[in-house]
């Protein structure tokens, strides 16, 4: 599996835009990088995914750097309820099992 | 999204007991389903994978005799805490897998066992 690192935590004004980075340089080319969020006391749900071009949906949107070497999730609007703990794993194809690090811990302020 | 459930979301027993959690695909078939185990402020750890018909893989380190997973259909799976210990209370969460998409996974709400 490859490794990531995530800043331990964050934080970030309510309304505003939050960039979570993720480093996975040793991601391999068939790895997709997939974004869960943890909010407290609840199961992970999934944010986005993406293998190689930037991606948007109605959560996020996921920027991947040229190299693949790293990967920004894009909350364009904080609110409150996006406080949660989010990880950034990476996980290829025919590898069902999703490794969770220790992501970061996202702090919304009102 | 898919749902996925999970039952008790909450339970308390005394030592030396056993335990089941369901763990449930409300409106899809789950070919595989994972188990994990999370501790206070700590991150999710993979116990097992099981799917449908066949018997779980169990990470490294997890004991399978006390930990029971069953598959026995594609929306449930069960784990079964075989009597538990004080060191085995914890988040335990389970996810499903098998949408025909990638290998997006759905994850219940979780389990908060207490063993007193």
């Known amino acids: 599996d490859a490794k990531t690192t995530q800043p331990n935590s964050m934080e970030s004004n309510e309304e505003e835009p939050v960039h979570l980075p993720c480093n996975h340089s040793t991601i391999s080319g068939t790895d997709y990088i997939h974004w869960y969020r943890q909010l407290p006391s609840q199961g992970p749900e999934y944010v986005i995914h993406g293998l190689t071009s930037n991606v948007n949906n109605r959560m996020a949107s996921l920027a991947i750097a040229e190299d693949r070497k790293s990967s920004t999730l894009i909350l364009h609007r904080a609110t409150l309820r996006d406080a949660a703990v989010y990880y950034c794993i990476p996980s290829g194809p025919g590898n069902e099992k999703l490794t969770f690090g220790t992501g970061t811990r996202l702090t919304i302020i009102p | 999204g898919a749902v996925v459930s999970q039952h008790p979301s909450r339970v308390i027993c005394k030592s030396g007991t056993s335990v089941k959690i369901e763990c449930r695909s409300l409106?899809?078939?789950?070919?595989?389903m994972f188990w994990y185990r999370q501790f206070p402020k700590k991150s999710l750890m993979l116990m097992a994978t099981s799917n449908e018909g066949s018997k779980a893989t169990y990470e490294q380190g997890v004991e399978k005799d006390k930990f029971l997973i069953n598959h026995a259909s594609l929306t449930l799976s069960t784990l079964t805490v075989t009597s538990a210990h004080p060191e085995d209370s914890s988040f335990y969460i389970c996810s499903a897998s098998g949408q025909g998409r990638w290998n997006e996974q759905f994850f219940g709400p979780g389990t908060r066992l207490t063993v007193l």
């Open positions: 409106d899809f078939q789950a070919t595989t």
